[in-house]
């Protein structure tokens, strides 16, 4: 089975651009959650969606978005990109059984840097 | 207040021995669930075991073991006879379930960098 993929691995931009990372569930998983790495902030929640629809979001600005395709396909953007939002961008699959499940399976992440 | 709490930014183990790594955890739900994840330099999270606040037995994965004390909420993650592979990030996290069993919000630690020595 194959795992969480993520695409592209790296990006970079400039301040001011916006950005849209893609991030394809394992097979059979509805649920698919984004989170953000800093070394300042450590890993942080963005949001999750399931069945097309946002579930939960985490504390974050408007500029920070997301949607999620009836395949299961996610895609998060972030527009007007600032110096902070560098990071390392995790996406995590899961099937999403009533009462939560054991194992969130991450992707490879998405690296990027804003100049 | 932190919600998930690792103490040990770094820690140091010869290869063979054992390692522990500490996380204490905060919350008033009687229902969550517990994670440890292997962050190798490569950047991706690797999930290595679970414990849910209801399981009655320590949760065991081949040579991962969580060391779970309820009434101290911590969630000690045991390494056992460690190899060089298992040098790496490693983040202890919570996950809250509310209610409707609906909350897939992971809440993380700030890790703890294992290096295995040979």
Same mark, same amino acid.
């Given at each position: ?40 902030? +450590? ?11 946002? @579930? ?40 999403? @059984?009533?009462? +939560? ?15 | ?6 103490? =040990? ?5 010869? $290869?063979? $021995? ?37 399981? =009655?037995?320590?949760?065991? $994965?081949? &040579? ?30 919570? &996950? $809250? ?22």
């Amino acid at each position: 089975k194959a795992g969480v993929t993520q695409t592209p691995r790296y990006l970079i931009k400039t301040r001011g651009q916006q950005v849209t990372l893609s991030c394809s569930p394992i097979s059979g998983h509805r649920s698919v959650s984004w989170y953000q790495q800093t070394p300042g902030q +450590g890993l942080q929640f963005l949001f999750e969606y399931f069945s097309e629809t946002q @579930r939960n979001k985490g504390n974050f600005p408007g500029r920070f978005s997301g949607r999620q395709f009836s395949n299961s396909r996610s895609e998060m953007n972030v527009s007007t990109l600032e110096l902070g939002d560098s990071a390392l961008y995790l996406c995590a699959s899961s099937f999403r @059984r009533a009462g +939560g499940d054991n194992e969130q399976f991450f992707g490879p992440g998405t690296r990027l840097t804003v100049l | 207040a932190q919600k998930i709490t690792q103490t =040990q930014p770094g820690m140091f183990v010869q $290869e063979k $021995e054992a390692v522990t790594l500490d996380c204490t955890y905060d919350t008033s739900d009687p229902s969550y669930g517990l994670f440890w994840y292997k962050q190798p330099s490569s950047g991706e999270m690797i999930f290595l075991i679970y414990q849910g606040s209801y399981d =009655q037995q320590n949760a065991t $994965e081949g &040579r991962y073991s969580l060391n779970f004390q309820k009434a101290r909420k911590s969630a000690n993650l045991v390494i056992s006879a460690s190899q060089l592979g298992d040098s790496a990030m490693y983040f202890c996290a919570m &996950r $809250e379930v509310n209610s409707g069993g609906s909350n897939y919000k992971l809440t993380f630690g700030k890790g703890t960098l294992l290096t295995v020595n040979p």
